[in-house]
Protein backbone atom coordinates (compact mmCIF):
# COMPACT_ATOMS: atom_id res chain seq x y z
CA UNK A 1 0.00 0.00 0.00
CA UNK A 2 1.38 3.34 -1.17
CA UNK A 3 1.83 6.30 1.11
CA UNK A 4 -0.76 8.43 -0.73
CA UNK A 5 -3.74 5.54 -0.73
CA UNK A 6 -2.40 5.16 3.18
CA UNK A 7 -2.88 8.70 3.36
CA UNK A 8 -6.37 9.06 1.43
CA UNK A 9 -7.47 6.42 3.98
CA UNK A 10 -6.91 7.99 7.19
CA UNK A 11 -8.42 11.16 5.49
CA UNK A 12 -11.69 9.16 4.76
CA UNK A 13 -11.81 7.79 7.93
CA UNK A 14 -11.44 10.59 10.40
CA UNK A 15 -14.20 12.45 8.05
CA UNK A 16 -16.67 9.57 8.85
CA UNK A 17 -15.57 9.81 12.29
CA UNK A 18 -16.38 13.69 12.16
CA UNK A 19 -19.92 13.19 10.51
CA UNK A 20 -20.70 9.99 12.10
CA UNK A 21 -20.16 10.97 15.90
CA UNK A 22 -22.34 13.92 16.25
CA UNK A 23 -24.56 12.02 14.52
CA UNK A 24 -24.53 9.10 17.28
CA UNK A 25 -24.61 11.30 19.94
CA UNK A 26 -27.59 13.49 18.35
CA UNK A 27 -28.98 9.82 18.31
CA UNK A 28 -28.57 8.77 21.87
CA UNK A 29 -29.94 12.55 23.18
CA UNK A 30 -33.03 11.67 21.17
CA UNK A 31 -32.45 14.22 17.79
CA UNK A 32 -34.11 12.63 14.98
CA UNK A 33 -33.97 13.81 11.19
CA UNK A 34 -37.64 15.58 10.56
CA UNK A 35 -37.74 14.92 6.72
CA UNK A 36 -40.66 17.36 6.69
CA UNK A 37 -38.98 20.55 8.51
CA UNK A 38 -35.54 19.00 6.99
CA UNK A 39 -33.72 19.23 10.28
CA UNK A 40 -32.49 17.94 13.22
CA UNK A 41 -35.36 17.86 15.68
CA UNK A 42 -35.80 16.67 19.34
CA UNK A 43 -38.01 13.35 19.85
CA UNK A 44 -41.42 13.27 22.11
CA UNK A 45 -42.69 10.57 24.25
CA UNK A 46 -45.98 8.67 24.00
CA UNK A 47 -46.91 6.85 27.51
CA UNK A 48 -49.82 4.79 27.47
CA UNK A 49 -52.00 3.09 30.30
CA UNK A 50 -55.13 1.24 30.09
CA UNK A 51 -57.87 -1.22 32.01
CA UNK A 52 -57.60 -4.04 31.55
CA UNK A 53 -53.58 -3.21 30.55
CA UNK A 54 -51.71 -5.88 28.00
CA UNK A 55 -53.57 -4.18 25.24
CA UNK A 56 -51.95 -3.41 21.83
CA UNK A 57 -50.80 -0.59 20.52
CA UNK A 58 -50.81 0.47 17.06
CA UNK A 59 -49.65 4.30 15.98
CA UNK A 60 -50.25 5.22 12.23
CA UNK A 61 -49.88 1.90 10.28
CA UNK A 62 -46.97 0.81 12.79
CA UNK A 63 -48.01 -2.23 15.33
CA UNK A 64 -45.16 -1.73 18.53
CA UNK A 65 -44.20 -5.06 19.99
CA UNK A 66 -44.98 -3.00 23.91
CA UNK A 67 -48.43 -4.02 25.15
CA UNK A 68 -50.13 -1.32 28.12
CA UNK A 69 -48.87 0.14 30.15
CA UNK A 70 -46.30 0.83 27.74
CA UNK A 71 -43.83 3.97 26.98
CA UNK A 72 -43.03 4.63 23.48
CA UNK A 73 -40.03 7.12 23.06
CA UNK A 74 -38.43 8.61 20.44
CA UNK A 75 -41.17 9.31 18.11
CA UNK A 76 -41.49 12.67 15.63
CA UNK A 77 -42.84 15.68 16.63
CA UNK A 78 -46.33 15.85 15.14
CA UNK A 79 -50.17 14.59 15.37
CA UNK A 80 -50.13 10.50 15.73
CA UNK A 81 -53.54 8.14 15.01
CA UNK A 82 -53.15 6.53 17.79
CA UNK A 83 -55.31 2.39 17.90
CA UNK A 84 -55.65 0.21 21.50
CA UNK A 85 -57.08 -3.01 21.10
CA UNK A 86 -57.75 -6.14 22.70
CA UNK A 87 -59.44 -8.89 21.95
CA UNK A 88 -62.84 -9.24 23.07
CA UNK A 89 -63.02 -5.40 23.41
CA UNK A 90 -64.12 -2.45 21.53
CA UNK A 91 -61.28 -0.88 20.31
CA UNK A 92 -59.54 2.95 21.66
CA UNK A 93 -58.79 5.38 18.61
CA UNK A 94 -58.07 8.99 19.14
CA UNK A 95 -55.42 11.78 17.15
CA UNK A 96 -52.65 13.14 19.55
CA UNK A 97 -50.17 15.47 19.32
CA UNK A 98 -46.06 14.57 20.07
CA UNK A 99 -44.02 17.66 20.69
CA UNK A 100 -40.85 18.05 21.32
CA UNK A 101 -38.87 16.63 24.10
CA UNK A 102 -42.34 16.12 25.93
CA UNK A 103 -44.01 12.79 27.24
CA UNK A 104 -47.90 13.00 25.93
CA UNK A 105 -50.03 10.80 28.57
CA UNK A 106 -52.69 8.50 26.97
CA UNK A 107 -53.69 7.47 30.55
CA UNK A 108 -56.89 5.94 32.65
CA UNK A 109 -57.72 4.70 28.78
CA UNK A 110 -60.82 2.25 29.65
CA UNK A 111 -61.79 -0.71 27.13
CA UNK A 112 -65.24 -2.27 27.33
CA UNK A 113 -65.85 -5.80 26.70
CA UNK A 114 -67.91 -6.93 23.43
CA UNK A 115 -70.63 -8.72 25.66
CA UNK A 116 -74.19 -9.61 25.40
CA UNK A 117 -76.71 -8.83 28.20
CA UNK A 118 -77.82 -11.64 29.57
CA UNK A 119 -81.24 -12.30 32.12
CA UNK A 120 -80.74 -12.68 35.92
CA UNK A 121 -83.21 -15.68 36.52
CA UNK A 122 -85.96 -14.52 39.34
CA UNK A 123 -85.24 -10.57 39.30
CA UNK A 124 -87.47 -8.78 38.04
CA UNK A 125 -87.95 -5.36 40.00
CA UNK A 126 -87.11 -2.25 39.19
CA UNK A 127 -83.45 -1.00 40.49
CA UNK A 128 -83.33 2.08 42.59
CA UNK A 129 -81.29 4.86 42.06
CA UNK A 130 -81.50 8.80 43.43
CA UNK A 131 -82.00 12.15 41.09
CA UNK A 132 -80.47 14.29 43.62
CA UNK A 133 -77.10 13.17 45.70
CA UNK A 134 -76.79 14.04 48.71
CA UNK A 135 -73.88 16.73 50.09
CA UNK A 136 -70.30 15.79 49.44
CA UNK A 137 -67.46 17.52 51.63
CA UNK A 138 -67.86 20.83 51.17
CA UNK A 139 -70.47 21.41 48.85
CA UNK A 140 -74.07 21.11 48.22
CA UNK A 141 -75.94 19.63 45.51
CA UNK A 142 -79.83 21.50 45.31
CA UNK A 143 -82.06 20.74 42.86
CA UNK A 144 -84.78 24.15 42.21
CA UNK A 145 -87.49 22.72 40.70
CA UNK A 146 -89.29 26.27 39.08
CA UNK A 147 -86.15 26.83 36.86
CA UNK A 148 -85.39 23.47 36.49
CA UNK A 149 -82.08 23.81 37.42
CA UNK A 150 -78.58 22.10 39.28
CA UNK A 151 -77.16 24.29 41.94
CA UNK A 152 -73.70 23.38 43.41
CA UNK A 153 -72.78 25.44 46.87
CA UNK A 154 -69.66 25.53 48.43
CA UNK A 155 -70.42 25.41 51.91
CA UNK A 156 -67.24 27.44 52.88
CA UNK A 157 -68.63 30.33 51.63
CA UNK A 158 -71.77 29.91 50.58
CA UNK A 159 -71.14 30.62 46.55
CA UNK A 160 -72.63 29.22 43.93
CA UNK A 161 -69.72 27.33 41.72
CA UNK A 162 -72.33 25.80 39.07
CA UNK A 163 -75.55 26.22 38.15
CA UNK A 164 -76.81 24.14 34.87
CA UNK A 165 -80.41 23.60 33.34
CA UNK A 166 -81.06 20.05 34.56
CA UNK A 167 -83.15 17.79 36.64
CA UNK A 168 -80.47 15.13 38.15
CA UNK A 169 -77.09 14.83 39.06
CA UNK A 170 -74.36 11.81 40.72
CA UNK A 171 -71.32 12.25 42.42
CA UNK A 172 -68.36 9.74 41.08
CA UNK A 173 -66.41 9.99 44.81
CA UNK A 174 -63.48 7.93 44.41
CA UNK A 175 -60.34 8.92 43.29
CA UNK A 176 -60.83 12.70 41.75
CA UNK A 177 -64.46 13.62 42.81
CA UNK A 178 -66.44 14.52 39.80
CA UNK A 179 -70.04 15.77 40.03
CA UNK A 180 -72.26 14.68 36.87
CA UNK A 181 -74.87 16.85 36.26
CA UNK A 182 -77.49 15.99 33.29
CA UNK A 183 -80.86 16.88 31.69
CA UNK A 184 -82.63 14.85 28.88
CA UNK A 185 -80.18 15.73 26.21
CA UNK A 186 -76.76 16.88 28.13
CA UNK A 187 -74.46 15.71 30.59
CA UNK A 188 -72.25 18.20 32.59
CA UNK A 189 -69.54 17.97 34.88
CA UNK A 190 -68.28 19.85 37.99
CA UNK A 191 -64.48 19.60 39.00
CA UNK A 192 -64.99 20.51 42.57
CA UNK A 193 -60.83 20.57 42.52
CA UNK A 194 -60.56 23.38 39.86
CA UNK A 195 -63.93 24.80 40.18
CA UNK A 196 -64.74 24.18 36.35
CA UNK A 197 -67.98 22.94 34.63
CA UNK A 198 -67.41 21.10 31.54
CA UNK A 199 -69.95 19.53 28.96
CA UNK A 200 -69.40 15.97 28.28
CA UNK A 201 -71.97 15.14 25.89
CA UNK A 202 -75.21 16.49 23.82
CA UNK A 203 -77.44 13.50 22.45
CA UNK A 204 -80.42 13.89 20.51
CA UNK A 205 -81.58 11.15 22.47
CA UNK A 206 -82.85 11.06 25.84
CA UNK A 207 -80.45 10.81 28.38
CA UNK A 208 -82.42 8.38 31.36
CA UNK A 209 -79.66 8.22 33.77
CA UNK A 210 -75.59 8.75 34.15
CA UNK A 211 -73.65 5.98 35.86
CA UNK A 212 -69.99 6.79 37.12
CA UNK A 213 -67.21 4.13 37.17
CA UNK A 214 -65.29 4.22 40.83
CA UNK A 215 -61.33 5.54 39.88
CA UNK A 216 -62.31 5.30 35.69
CA UNK A 217 -62.41 8.00 33.20
CA UNK A 218 -65.53 7.13 32.09
CA UNK A 219 -69.65 7.60 32.42
CA UNK A 220 -72.23 5.31 31.44
CA UNK A 221 -75.08 6.65 29.67
CA UNK A 222 -78.71 5.03 29.55
CA UNK A 223 -80.78 6.41 27.14
CA UNK A 224 -84.56 5.04 26.65
CA UNK A 225 -83.04 2.01 23.91
CA UNK A 226 -79.57 2.01 24.36
CA UNK A 227 -76.84 1.94 26.95
CA UNK A 228 -73.60 3.90 25.59
CA UNK A 229 -70.61 5.03 27.83
CA UNK A 230 -68.18 7.93 27.06
CA UNK A 231 -64.76 8.91 28.21
CA UNK A 232 -63.96 11.80 29.87
CA UNK A 233 -60.82 12.59 27.91
CA UNK A 234 -61.95 15.66 25.96
CA UNK A 235 -59.19 15.50 22.96
CA UNK A 236 -59.89 14.96 20.05
CA UNK A 237 -62.70 12.56 19.26
CA UNK A 238 -64.45 11.71 22.19
CA UNK A 239 -64.40 8.03 22.17
CA UNK A 240 -68.16 7.05 22.81
CA UNK A 241 -69.17 3.31 22.94
CA UNK A 242 -72.76 1.50 22.44
CA UNK A 243 -72.19 -1.40 24.64
CA UNK A 244 -76.17 -3.09 24.45
CA UNK A 245 -79.64 -1.92 22.66
CA UNK A 246 -82.92 -2.88 24.42
CA UNK A 247 -86.58 -2.97 23.16
CA UNK A 248 -86.68 -0.38 26.73
CA UNK A 249 -84.67 0.15 29.60
CA UNK A 250 -85.75 1.86 33.12
CA UNK A 251 -82.94 2.63 34.46
CA UNK A 252 -79.61 1.09 35.56
CA UNK A 253 -77.02 0.08 38.27
CA UNK A 254 -73.03 -0.78 38.54
CA UNK A 255 -72.67 -4.57 40.32
CA UNK A 256 -70.56 -4.23 43.57
CA UNK A 257 -67.83 -5.42 42.01
CA UNK A 258 -68.05 -2.85 39.41
CA UNK A 259 -66.91 -4.90 36.28
CA UNK A 260 -70.93 -5.59 35.28
CA UNK A 261 -73.62 -3.51 34.65
CA UNK A 262 -77.23 -4.42 35.87
CA UNK A 263 -80.37 -3.01 33.39
CA UNK A 264 -84.07 -3.26 34.47
CA UNK A 265 -85.83 -3.32 31.00
CA UNK A 266 -87.30 -5.42 27.99
CA UNK A 267 -85.29 -7.41 25.84
CA UNK A 268 -85.91 -9.59 23.27
CA UNK A 269 -89.74 -9.59 24.59
CA UNK A 270 -88.45 -10.62 27.87
CA UNK A 271 -88.81 -7.75 30.69
CA UNK A 272 -86.80 -8.33 34.12
CA UNK A 273 -83.31 -7.36 35.11
CA UNK A 274 -80.03 -8.21 32.77
CA UNK A 275 -76.77 -8.22 33.40
CA UNK A 276 -73.85 -6.93 31.29
CA UNK A 277 -69.96 -7.55 31.22
CA UNK A 278 -67.78 -4.55 31.31
CA UNK A 279 -64.89 -5.67 32.26
Known amino acids: MTLHLRRL ?27 TQKRLVTTGALSVETYPDNASIQIGMRNYAEHTPALISNLLPGTYDITISKTGYYPWHKNLTVQNGKTTFAHE ?62 WRIKDTPLLFIYSPHEVWVFDPEHSTTTLLTRLVEEIRQVITIPTRATAILILNHR ?40 REGKTGIWQLELQ
Open 109 to 170: IVLFKQATPKPIDGASSLIPHSEIPDSFKDYKVIYNPKQEHIIVIDNANFRRVAEIAARAAV
Open 227 to 266: VLTTELDLRDTQNTWELAQFDEIKNGSLAENGKSLLIAGT
Open 9 to 35: IFYILALLFLVVTPLLLAYTAGYRWSF
